[in-house]
């Protein structure tokens, strides 16, 4: 696990997205992207540091639920899937993953859901500047945010 993922990191934001980054290289490759498509992965790749998920379509689904419910972008974010970038992506995934991801949304979605619910403030989508040189951990206790494994790691941190 990345020390982003740990529900405890004393990674700040700024560390955790650029942890995100070097495990996920091919992302900064390509941001030869549209201004539009920029703008909403810097948002989204944000939401996986501060919910702790990694790359897997199981930590993606959860990444859009929380957007959608956890953060103040709401459904405005489906905009952003809608891009011709994040069409892209979506070509070239396979079959079996895609089938395998649907079959665990039936526990990630309410899991998430409730999780999204129980949170103290919803994230800000697009405007977390001041959090950036903030530890995770606290902003995490901040919004009441559970990151996605956390059963895996509660005595982790780093």
């Known amino acids: 696990m990345h020390a982003f993922e740990y529900q405890h990191s004393r990674q700040t934001l700024a560390d955790g997205v650029a942890e995100y980054y070097r495990s996920n290289p091919e992302l900064v490759k390509g941001?030869?992207?549209?201004?539009?498509?920029?703008?909403?992965f810097r948002c989204h790749d944000a939401v996986h540091v501060v919910y702790g998920c990694g790359n897997t379509l199981n930590d993606e689904a959860i990444v859009k639920i929380s957007s959608?419910?956890?953060?103040?972008?709401?459904?405005?974010?489906?905009?952003?899937?809608?891009?011709?970038?994040?069409?892209?992506?979506?070509?070239?995934?396979?079959?079996?993953?895609?089938?395998?991801?649907?079959?665990?949304?039936?526990?990630?979605?309410?899991?998430?859901?409730l999780r999204c619910a129980r949170q103290r403030k919803q994230w800000p989508w697009n405007?977390?500047?001041?959090?950036?040189?903030?530890?995770?951990?606290?902003?995490?206790?901040?919004?009441?945010?559970?990151?996605?494994?956390?059963?895996?790691?509660?005595?982790g941190g780093v």
């Open 127 to 155: 405007n977390f500047e001041e959090y950036l040189q903030l530890p995770l951990h606290e902003i995490r206790e901040e919004f009441g945010i559970l990151v996605a494994h956390v059963e895996a790691n509660e005595t």
């Open 31 to 40: 941001r030869g992207m549209s201004a539009a498509a920029q703008k909403f």
């Open 68 to 113: 959608f419910f956890g953060t103040t972008g709401g459904f405005k974010v489906l905009r952003g899937y809608q891009l011709h970038e994040s069409l892209q992506i979506y070509k070239k995934l396979r079959p079996g993953e895609v089938l395998v991801a649907i079959f665990y949304s039936i526990f990630l979605i309410p899991r998430t859901l």
